[in-house]
């Protein structure tokens, strides 16, 4: 798994260290149902997926200073946390 992550692009050292913390992990917590208690106020953006179409995350997080000089732009594209 490691391997195909990394081929992906993700750095190797963030992968190895997610993995220890999801491998120790019990796994009745994890199946257990859990309560939302923050509210998800953002707006989804639907796009129809095809290979053929560039990174929208990334050109989204590139022009983000961009879009922030919109105060209704702003409310939508909320700085990644």
Known sequence: ????????????????????????KKREDLLREKKN???NTRIPLVITFSRALPNI????????HTLH??????EVFLSPH
């Open 69 to 74: 000089t919109s105060d209704r732009i702003k």
């Open 37 to 39: 208690l923050e509210r």
């Open 57 to 64: 995350g990334r050109i989204i997080r590139r022009h983000l």
């Open 1 to 24: 798994m490691k391997a195909q992550l990394v081929y992906r692009g993700y750095d190797g050292e963030f992968v190895v260290t997610e993995l220890i913390k999801v491998n120790n």
